[in-house]
């Protein structure tokens, strides 16, 4: 029996063993991947290892974060931990050994919850399944509570803000009399902000053989509220790569706000353009001053305005072309396709596109970058995502301009009346630009 600490991962994806997993697994833990999909549980337990390879075109300016904590409250020295430059080889790869498998409808789960070795949860499996793993979750509390285990953190690493708050909810409300009391003081839910691009990867185009290797970029950050962690705030097992955070709005902002809007925008605008790929799409002078616009002069203005303790213009700056140079990474291969899936969610109004835009109308910013952003993802049309069905239906039924309305909330005579109109006039030159591009 393996005597080293214990970590279960929901989710045994690309994401979860190209991200997650890799920074337990170096950090000591023995990772237990466990997931719906019996014929990946059945390879992870015959292989029990892969490859991890770093996919990097543009190796000199390769960023990671340091191990470390983000407590100060001074912009220099909250910013200053989260960038280290390191470079880093196209044929990196970094062999992840002795993981298992379990399949998520077994006991077999349970059995792994109440595990005296298991220190900690996370997940990796898309929001909408947050709620799914919930009454498993909860079981295998209620089974640790009765075996006398001790103490554990959980942490979603969804692509969501908030989502560990999500799952908590949904954890407790199947918690009862002592299993409930057992959980509050025993189980840590930990909100987090995860970043690392894990793009489709077929090992065959890198002479190897197992299913199961993945590949990522360089780059990656995991910043983890540390207020709920179990016990004192810290995890018992420290993990390298993950930085500790009292305030994890600021990063969630800033993260939501600045890679995933401008890797919206390219894509749609990528996408519009007939670009197969970011770094494609990033390629495009166009495209290029339109996604640095919006992220410098517009979302990122906004967001040091908003969390002037945290960031400033200067420092946002740097952290914008660290970014834009991610997007030009070729080796990454990422598919403005795969980036611009569920456009709706996208459109969300706290969500990449008109979150910012809002935010900058709160402030008072002028938005134009933001705009041709939000149009561009209105045109998005691909016949395998029902969302751009569902918003070509919309723009037929309410107009554009009601759509646009009820989707961002400006409109005529409003605050955001520019903002309506500059989006308005982007959707009709998008749209007049496509008919006779066909």
């Not at 349970?110 to 595990?115: D, P, R, V, Y």
């Not at 929001?127 to 509570?145: E, S």
């Not at 077929?202 to 199961?212: A, K, N």
């Not at 770094?279 to 906004?302: F, Q, T």
Request: charge should be negative; glycine fraction near 8%.
């Amino acid at each position: 029996m393996s005597i080293k600490p214990r970590a279960i991962h929901f989710g045994a994806g690309n994401i979860g063993r190209g991200f997650i997993a890799p920074l337990l697994s170096t950090s000591g833990y023995h990772v237990v991947f466990t997931d719906v999909d019996k014929s990946l549980i059945d390879a992870i337990n015959q292989q029990r290892a892969y490859g991890v390879h770093i996919l990097d075109s543009t190796s000199d300016d390769a960023v990671n974060g340091d191990n470390g904590s983000l407590h100060s409250s001074s912009s220099s020295a909250s910013l200053s931990t989260l960038s280290s430059v390191s470079t880093v080889s196209t044929a990196e790869v970094h062999e992840i050994k002795h993981v298992k498998g379990v399949l998520s409808t077994t006991d077999a789960l349970i059995h792994e919850i109440e595990h005296p070795k298991l220190k900690l949860i996370t997940t990796a499996v898309g929001l909408p399944v947050i709620d799914k793993i919930a009454p498993t979750i909860a079981n295998g509390i209620k089974a640790r509570r009765k075996a006398g285990g001790g103490p554990i953190n959980i942490i979603a690493c969804e692509n969501a803000i908030g989502a560990t708050a999500k799952l908590a909810e949904k954890v407790r409300a199947k918690l009862e009399g002592d299993d409930a009391k057992w959980a509050e003081k025993n189980v840590g839910f930990a909100n987090c902000s995860v970043d690392r691009i894990v793009p489709p990867f077929d090992p065959s185009e890198h002479d190897e053989s197992s299913e199961l290797d993945v590949g990522v970029e360089a780059f990656y950050e995991w910043v983890v509220e540390s207020g709920p962690l179990k016990p004192n705030g810290e995890l018992e097992v420290p993990i390298e790569g993950m930085r500790l955070a009292d305030n994890l709005k600021p990063y969630n902002e800033r993260k939501l706000f600045t890679l995933n809007t401008g890797h919206a925008i390219t894509a749609y605008l990528g996408h519009l353009k007939g670009h197969a790929t970011i770094a494609d799409s990033i390629a495009d002078e166009e495209i290029l001053v339109c996604v640095r616009g919006a992220l410098l002069k517009e979302s990122g203005v906004a967001l040091c305005k908003r969390h002037p303790e945290y960031f400033n213009e200067e420092q946002h700056a740097e952290y914008v072309e660290k970014i834009i140079k991610r997007f030009e990474n070729a080796a990454v291969k990422d598919d403005v396709v795969r980036v611009g899936r569920q456009p709706l969610r996208k459109l969300g109004k706290e969500d990449r596109l008109v979150g910012p835009a809002r935010m900058c109308v709160e402030y008072g910013i002028d938005v134009r970058f933001l705009a041709t952003g939000i149009a561009a993802a209105l045109c998005y049309e691909n016949d395998e995502d029902e969302d751009t069905t569902k918003i070509k239906q919309a723009v037929s039924d309410k107009g554009v301009e009601g759509y646009i309305t009820e989707l961002t909330e400006f409109g005529k005579g409003g605050e955001g009346e520019v903002v309506f109109e500059r989006i308005v006039q982007s959707y009709n030159e998008l749209k007049g630009a496509k008919s006779q591009k066909n």
